[in-house]
């Protein structure tokens, strides 16, 4: 049963001291096999009055953005088509990376590729998984895509993974893996047969 105590200066927010604990969880996690209820994480807090490093009082360092969250909310903002909302979420040197090693750096250039590919495309989610990196953290989430082709035809179902570098709370690399290619193909089969 291991516990973990961990000091922080006053002044965080619940939430901030919640997705501590759970992050401090699951580095408990990764190493000892142990259940989640079997851990156990304490946030002690010290007053600021109470804390000197350098000979000097200190304040709290700002918590980051939640990881998982900037994704989830510009992917939110893709799919309304709100460009100039989504843009606020991506970093310098943004790059994304398509299947068939389709390379963009603008929002618009993405909304030019999948044009041709399907009318609209919308993400049904599984999951997003954060994983701390030090001053990148890594987002994956995965799903299925539902949407209409150009011709009006519905589909759903296909799988996604979308793999995205998060640095100083901004979106600089995104990378796509999904099955469209596939369902394509056996549908092109089938209107041969």
């Known amino acids: 049963m291991p516990i973990v105590t961990v000091t922080v200066l006053e002044g965080y927010d619940s939430a901030t001291r919640t997705r501590l604990g759970k992050q401090v969880t699951d580095a408990v996690r990764a190493v000892v096999d142990a259940p989640p209820e079997a851990v156990t994480v304490i946030i002690d807090e010290v007053a600021r009055e109470n804390y000197l490093r350098g000979g000097e009082h200190r304040?709290?360092?700002?918590?980051?953005?939640?990881?998982?969250?900037?994704?989830?909310?510009f992917l939110t903002a893709m799919e309304a088509r709100d460009l100039d909302r989504a843009k606020g979420f991506l970093g310098e040197g943004f790059e994304m990376v398509f299947p068939g090693d389709?390379?963009?750096?603008?929002?618009?250039?993405?909304?030019?590729?999948?044009?041709?590919?399907?009318?609209?495309?919308?993400?049904?989610?599984?999951?997003?998984?954060?994983?701390?990196?030090?001053?990148?953290?890594?987002?994956?989430?995965?799903?299925?895509?539902?949407?209409?082709?150009?011709?009006?035809?519905?589909f759903s179902g296909i799988r996604f993974i979308d793999r995205f570098e998060i640095t100083g709370g901004r979106i600089r690399r995104q990378q796509v893996w999904n099955d469209i290619a596939e369902v394509v193909a056996k549908q092109d089969k089938g209107a041969r047969a």
Request: glycine share 10%; net charge negative; hydrophobic share 35%.
């Open 102 to 154: 389709a390379r963009m750096t603008t929002l618009e250039e993405l909304v030019a590729f999948a044009g041709p590919r399907y009318r609209f495309v919308k993400k049904s989610y599984e999951r997003f998984d954060a994983v701390p990196g030090g001053d990148i953290a890594i987002v994956y989430c995965f799903g299925t895509l539902n949407g209409e082709w150009p011709d009006g035809e519905a």
């Open 59 to 73: 304040v709290p360092g700002p918590p980051r953005p939640d990881p998982a969250q900037i994704v989830h909310d």
